[in-house]
T-cell receptor, first 115, second 114 residues
Framework: GESVGLHLPTLSVQEGDNSIINCAYSNSASDYFIWYKQESGKGPQFIIDIRSNMDKRQGQRVTVLLNKTVKHLSLQIAATQPGDSAVYFC??????????????FGKGTKLSVIP | DGGITQSPKYLFRKEGQNVTLSCEQN?????MYWYRQDPGQGLRLIYYSQIVNDFQKGDIAEGYSVSREKKESFPLTVTSAQKNPTAFYLC?????????????FGSGTRLTVV
């Protein structure tokens, strides 16, 4: 089964408010995490990443928080805009027994921004 | 600009036909991947390739085939053995499999059985 999952499948927020999308992972050996944004009919786009030696990383209007104690990842979007409406996926990069890395994706959270 | 190009954007397949989805990248990435995406589900790995002339089955390889004759290209064939091929197909690439870097995705191909 999947080791990466999301707490909420859908999220509706008012334009201008902050959004928080959560993700749980089960493999404590995962050392690299990525958030992707996927707009309807398009491929996923990289938003922000974080390595396991950090607990917070900030980008432009986005912040990723990593809590390794409870194996939880969150994406915060400040001042949410209509263009932020999309499905957001978290992914964890795990090292396999063969020595290679592979991303495992969660099912995604659909973010809808209310104008 | 470097990136991944998938074609066609939309593809229609008749029952019993094989169809091939194209994926080309100019990022000089060694590793390439094919994912299937169904509504309400996450990305499921079909096949991946670490180097030219080598590829591995993913979680749902049955009914699909791939080739990797060139570093830049990783076409996916959906065969008649795939009983439920209607889905959104995504190709991705990464620097290589031995380092923990993220993937770059193409824009996808939507395949519909008619």
């Amino acid at each position: 089964g999947e080791s990466v999952g999301l707490h909420l499948p859908t999220l509706s927020v008012q334009e201008g408010d902050n959004s928080i999308i959560n993700c749980a992972y089960s493999n404590s050996a995962s050392d690299y995490f990525i958030w992707y944004k996927q707009e309807s009919g398009k491929g996923p786009q990289f938003i922000i990443d974080i390595r396991s030696n950090m607990d917070k990383r900030q980008g432009q209007r986005v912040t990723v928080l990593l809590n390794k104690t409870v194996k939880h990842l969150s994406l915060q979007i400040a001042a949410t805009q209509p263009g932020d409406s999309a499905v957001y996926f978290c992914a964890e990069n795990m090292r396999s027994g063969a020595g290679s890395y592979q991303l495992t994706f969660g099912k995604g959270t659909k973010l809808s921004v209310i104008p | 600009d470097g990136g991944i190009t998938q074609s066609p954007k939309y593809l229609f397949r008749k029952e019993g036909q094989n169809v091939t989805l194209s994926c080309e990248q100019n990022l000089n990435h060694d590793a390439m991947y094919w994912y299937r995406q169904d509504p309400g589900q996450g990305l499921r790995l079909i096949y991946y390739s670490q180097i030219v002339n080598d590829f591995q089955k993913g979680d749902i390889a049955e009914g699909y085939s791939v080739s990797r004759e060139k570093k830049e290209s990783f076409p996916l064939t959906v065969t008649s053995a795939q009983k439920n091929p209607t889905a959104f197909y995504l190709c991705a690439s990464s620097i290589d499999l031995t380092r923990d870097y993220g993937y770059t995705f193409g824009s996808g191909t939507r395949l519909t059985v008619v």
